[in-house]
């Protein structure tokens, strides 16, 4: 039976970053990804490419890294593994496009191997955008259903509902955004072979530069004002709350002291806070905040 | 012995909302706290007052509250205590300024019962100057430094370590400002009754007011640029993950669904982030930066 090797992944994450940050480049027409190499102390490293105020994309970050090491007690608990030896390896990506018109994404893909034996991936993608456009958000799930078809046909229903579940602002009793797919510690079953979960991994990393340049070009010539900006700032300020208040990439970025400015290029560029922000009735930005809730089935809504 | 009542001590607190909400109104010179009242729903509730768009002020708050009910388990080992009935009471404030060259201040004082027996005072004072100032900084930690000393003579020193380390935003290595002083669990012992306990929070609540208003009085008028506001933005962005990430009180409130938009009017009205900010050398931020770092003696600075 076909294995997994942590180095054909390593090198396929990477090869990733280069085709994610080549497509994103072409879309946008004007930004260049910059990078920096680091080392992490405790071992590994990660190759950060950032792109600032391009023509589309405001900030954003394409990362890639690949870790290894002691697991602190803390996160070997939350992982609930007996080993404390890891490796870890990963590409994440966040983007801020300068339009309130064109969604804020996120999508991260990585593999995890633990001294105990365990051996896994995890990934999610999901999509912000500041208005929600139910045709958009449908286009979005149905690329996501289509690839998870393709591999099992429980995939999309069960990592449709743990991307609800995940990107919630619970304080705020709102998701993110519209969700997409999250799914974490996909080991090797009787059924299904790690190999196989490899490649289920690889056609999410593959649908996201096609799926979210479309949104890019569909959306960035729409007009827009004060209004729709300041709702974007607030919208940010939500999305800054999420990923420091709950996002387990985050916290375990920090707890193994990765590299903070590689960790928070997910932080917009801008964000704004104003004090009890509540829409005016049947506004557009009434009708986005009632649909940030979970459960929405994004298939069939159109 | 005199003992410490709940409800004296909450009366307290709430004379001390209104002495302080005057004060900075008064200083402010144009802008009124608007007030809400909330109860909590299992137990409790609060009077949070906020400011926005004043003439110094940009935003902030000055919140009072009083909650009781069953503490979270992991709230209730995080306390250390067995019991898990709790009371609690306490002020919040958070200001920031819309110049940079005005501090953000913050200050908490509170008091706490659990049913297991326990019961204690707990707070602090810190600032967090755009531009640090050793004159200024000195200033207000030598104001906290007196009042310290008329209640114990280890009070001080102990207190401003404690808020170097509690202020401090780990994963950048840096202070969140000049610090000041920090406590917490100040119980009864063989030699410091509860009853005095409460009069050292007195006098740190009673400090507020003068300290800033005198600060906000000698800052307001300075000229500052683009620059300086570019950077007020950035450092607002790091007060940001502090407070979602470190911060107790937040965490607290968070996890006791405590009202969230009283909890966040801590956050800025504005924050940036940009990529890798490294300030140049020898300018006036590469001094501040430099200034932000654990084990300073304002004191004998000047």
């Known amino acids: 039976m076909k294995t997994v090797d942590r180095f054909v992944v390593t090198d396929w994450f990477m090869q990733l970053q280069d085709r994610i940050c080549s497509a994103l480049e072409k879309a946008d027409g004007k930004g260049v990804f910059e990078e920096e190499l680091w080392q992490r102390p405790g071992g590994g490293g ?40 890891f490796f870890a390896t990963g590409v994440s990506i966040v983007l ?18 633990v001294s105990s034996g365990e051996k896994w991936f995890g990934g999610g993608i999901d999509l912000t955008p500041i208005y929600v456009d139910p045709k958009q958000a449908h286009f979005f799930h149905k690329e996501l259903k289509h ?64 799926a979210y340049t479309k949104l890019m070009e569909e959306n960035k010539d729409l007009k827009y004002g004060k209004q729709e900006k ?22 375990f970025g920090l707890e ?26 049947n506004s557009k930005e009434a009708q986005t905040m009632a649909l940030l809730t979970k459960g929405i089935d994004w298939i069939s809504i159109v």
């Not at 991307?163 to 797919?181: L, M």
């Open 96 to 113: 801020h496009p300068f339009s309130p018109m064109v969604p804020i994404i996120h999508m991260n893909v990585r593999y995890f191997e």
């Open 147 to 210: 690839i998870c078809d393709l591999h099992h046909n429980e995939y999309y229903a069960q990592f449709k509902h743990w991307a609800d579940d995940y990107f919630f602002i619970k304080h705020r009793n709102e998701t993110r955004g519209i969700g997409g797919i999250f799914f974490d510690k996909l080991a090797e079953t009787n059924e299904i072979t790690l190999a196989q979960r490899f490649e289920f991994v690889k056609d999410v990393g593959n649908t996201f530069a096609p």
């Open 256 to 281: 193994t002291d990765g590299r903070t400015e590689s960790i928070l290029m997910s932080m917009p560029p801008e964000a704004n806070w104003i004090y009890n922000f509540v829409p005016i009735n």
């Open 46 to 85: 990660g190759r950060t490419r950032v792109i600032q105020n391009a023509h589309i994309l405001e900030k954003g970050g394409v990362n890639f890294s690949q870790v290894h090491g002691i697991l602190p007690e803390k996160i070997a608990l939350a992982l609930q593994v007996k080993g404390r030896d």
């Open 230 to 251: 300041q709702f974007q700032l607030m919208r940010r300020g939500r999305y800054v709350e999420f990923n420091l208040v709950y996002d387990k990439g985050t916290k």
